[in-house]
Structure formats: structure tokens, C-alpha cells
């Protein structure tokens, strides 16, 4: 928090240079614990003296949109065309683009900052940046990404964090009695199903007629509800969408 307010007073207050395209850098890093616009981004000229913020750990978290003002204020301008949220600057003097930090084996990556147990609901404050030495595969770049999903399994504090570590919330139960509906072309028909299997909104799981017993696979669409036919393929749709971007 102490970093976001300077980063903010400083843009407010940091003298305008001339109008000059930036780039991040791809590994930002800085050696003396004031990190500096320079030390952000490629091409900062001048305005690559400013400080932004001040580090007392082996890394600090920027947030992408102080840092961008804060740039705006020094005549830098950076597009930010990848949407990042945060920046992370390690500690450690500047190196070349050859050399990234995976190859020297400190890389940054996202932490549990507790143990957490199979089922658990993820909060905010259980995710911490750290070091490793090397990221999985599927290591989120983004918190938001994590928070209000569930864990798959017990969870170490201090391990990396995985996106195949947490699920979706569970809208429907295995077992749990559902309402299984079907729209298509203004017919729109309803009956009661059992879940064989549970899931979160967009996920297939199969479900039983109560009457005639047929099983039949279906879309979670909300707690308690599934569906059928062409709505129910464009939720799930919708769903692997939104997962193959992240």
C-alpha cells in the first residue's frame, strides 16, 4: 500500500518530459531499492531517473495502472496492450534480454501464503509473491485469477501457486436433485433430474430423469439448475472460452 500511494503521489507530482513510447522491460529488476522508471521500462530517456517506488524485499508488486500514470506524469507512454495488473521489479542489478531470470533459476511466481485444505474457498490474502526456481507450467500471472475458486487438494504454504491447484464453485452437487430444462426455437420444457455428478456453471455433468431414469449429460447453468439443447452448448462454450484466454 505504501508503494501504490507513492507511485500515486509521485505521479501527480513528477515534471512532464516530452512525449516518449516506452516498453517493459521484460525482466525490470533494481539494485539499490528505489526503483525507477528506467528500471521499468525500455526507452525512458530522462524520465528514466524518476522514482516510482521503493523496494525493502527481494521484490516488490507494482500496480500497472499507478506505474502507467506515474509515467504519463515523467512524458512516457506506455500502452500497457497485454492488460497487466501488477509488475513485479526483483532485486538485482539490470541484465541483458539474453539472460531472463528463469535461467538463473529466481524466477517470480505466486505463493500460497497458508496451507490450505481440499474444498477451501481462496481469498486474496492467501496468494503472495515469492521466489522458485522455476514456475509451473500453468502458474497464474494474475491473483484475481485464483481468488474465489476452490482448492483441488490440500495446499502447502510456500508452493508455487498452479491454476490446476483450485476449481470453479460447485453450483450443482453430485446427488443433489436439479432443475433440468430445455429451450430451443420458443419450446421450453422443465422437470426434476437427479445429479450423478456435481459441477460449476458451464460444466457437463450427468443427470437422471427421476421418472423414467435415463441419464442424460447436461450444463450447469446455476445452483440447482442444468440444461439442454442450444443454450446449454453455448454456456459451455461461453466457459471454455473464457479458460483457453486465461
Known sequence: MKSLALLLALAIASPAFAGTAVTLR???SDADGIVTLGEIFDGAGAAGRTPVASRTGGSVMLNAQA?????????????????????????????????????????DVLTWARNITAGEMVQPQDLVWGKAALAPADAPNDPDMMVGQVARRALRAGAAVAARDVSAVQAVKA?????????????????QAKALTGGAVGETINVQNVTSKKTVQAVVVGPGQAAVGPAAEQLKLSRSTRIAAR
Do not use: K
Not at 497485454?82 to 539474453?98: C, F, M
Not at 436439479?178 to 419450446?187: A, E, H, N, Q
Open 26 to 28: 521484460a525482466d525490470a
Open 175 to 191: 446427488n443433489e436433485i436439479v432443475t433440468l430444462t430445455f429451450d430451443s426455437g420458443g419450446v421450453s420444457l422443465a422437470l
Open 67 to 107: 506505474v502507467r500514470l506515474a509515467a504519463a506524469r515523467a512524458g512516457l507512454d506506455w500502452a500497457n496492450a497485454e492488460g497487466l495488473r501488477q509488475i513485479v521489479v526483483r532485486s538485482g542489478a539490470p541484465t541483458g534480454a539474453a539472460t531472463s531470470a528463469a535461467a538463473r533459476g529466481n524466477v
